[in-house]
């Protein structure tokens, strides 16, 4: 969907727009902070100013408090072999609360996307093979189909499965499907596919507005006083769902989310007082999820979509990638800084080659 000019259908509560395929960034830059920024000042007619992700301090103001999103990418990507021959694909998204009625008693039962999903029925076992392609020897490493949900999967991995370490062994960085990898995502993808502060495990998309930022530029941030905050949103399924038959066009799947202790009192602390900037769509929905939930304590679970004609409860600023028309990402900007001003922001930055998506450039809204 993403490589054609003809599939960019107009979306309600956001825009469509011609995006030329070799506009979408397969790699990142040579530096995490050397992207080129587009910088917005809604306050001034909108009207963008070009420079760099390296000159981020500048653009900001002592007093400022940065927020970031800390979740890690997960090597969620499993390649397997079906019984009667033929590769098949294991995505996991989430293991299952204790709660949940198919969380099974051994804690091993995950959602999960699965490919070819016509041909994995419930009870059918798939054999894991390493990143090679290759069953490794000994005692074959298999995961069950339990029943199929509502375009997903829920799955059983073996019984008492350390289910990181068996990532770590088995899994791939799950890539978006708009960054071509026919191989598979490379060492190169492992490392860059991951911000320089992820630390809580549970995401199987980045965060990539955090992708830009370097220890150094943190470091010359915290210089120019401005404090460093963390949530974590672990990033769900939408990157990898997104124009399905039937899924509606700003639909975001349940994502969960935790405003941990520091962040809520630096937060209470700077309101009215201080801007805060939030890097990533996936920060602003930690936050304003939290404001509209009265800011609880511990794992929340989130389906907020921030779409044209909400108001912002928290966030002053944004720090954000180019996002797929049509989809709730670039609804979330369109509703910050106004259809329009985004609108003609997106169409400089195709006029100026910009690079998009998860490994491209970056906007700043002021």
């Not at 339990?146 to 350390?162: K, M, N, S, Y």
């Amino acid at each position: 969907m993403e490589g054609s000019r003809d599939a960019h259908a107009t979306t309600e509560g956001s825009f469509s727009y011609d995006l030329p395929p070799e506009l979408i960034a397969q790699h990142p830059a040579p530096e995490r902070d050397g992207a080129r920024l587009m910088v917005i000042d809604r306050g001034s007619g909108g009207l963008p100013v070009h420079s760099t992700v390296q000159a981020l301090p500048s653009w900001l103001r002592s007093g400022d408090l940065l927020v970031v999103n800390r979740s890690r990418v997960i090597p969620a990507r499993l390649h397997a072999r079906r019984a009667g021959g033929g590769a098949a694909e294991i995505l996991l998204i989430a293991s299952l609360d204790a709660s949940d009625p198919d969380a099974g008693d051994d804690g091993t039962r995950w959602r999960a996307l699965v490919r070819p999903a016509r041909r994995l029925r419930a009870g059918s076992i798939l054999t894991l093979v390493d990143r090679e392609g290759e069953t490794p020897t000994g005692k074959p490493v298999e995961v069950g189909i339990v029943r199929h949900l509502e375009g997903q999967a829920i799955v059983a991995l073996p019984a008492g499965t350390d289910a990181m370490a068996l990532l770590d062994r088995f899994g791939e960085t799950p890539l978006p499907p708009y960054i071509r990898r026919p191989q598979g995502a490379s060492e190169e993808d492992r490392v860059r596919y991951q911000t320089v502060f992820a630390a809580e495990p549970g995401s199987i998309a980045a965060p990539t507005a955090g992708l830009h930022l370097t220890e150094r530029l943190l470091a010359e941030l915290r210089a120019s006083e401005i404090e460093i905050a963390e949530v974590v949103l672990h990033v769900g399924p939408a990157t990898f769902l997104a124009g399905r038959p039937g899924r509606a066009p700003l639909a975001v799947e349940p994502e969960r989310y935790e405003i941990p202790t520091a962040t809520r009192q630096l937060l209470r602390a700077a309101a009215g007082n201080r801007r805060v900037v939030a890097v990533g769509t996936t920060t602003t929905r930690a936050l304003e999820s939290a404001a509209r939930a009265g800011w609880p304590e511990g794992m929340q679970e989130t389906s907020l979509v921030l779409s044209p004609g909400v108001r912002f409860a928290v966030v002053g600023a944004l720090l954000t990638n180019m996002h797929l028309p049509g989809s709730s990402l670039l609804a979330l900007v369109s509703a910050f800084a106004g259809t329009d001003v985004v609108r003609r922001a997106y169409e400089e930055a195709v006029a100026r080659r910009y690079r998009f998506y998860s490994y491209g450039d970056a906007m700043l809204l002021l």
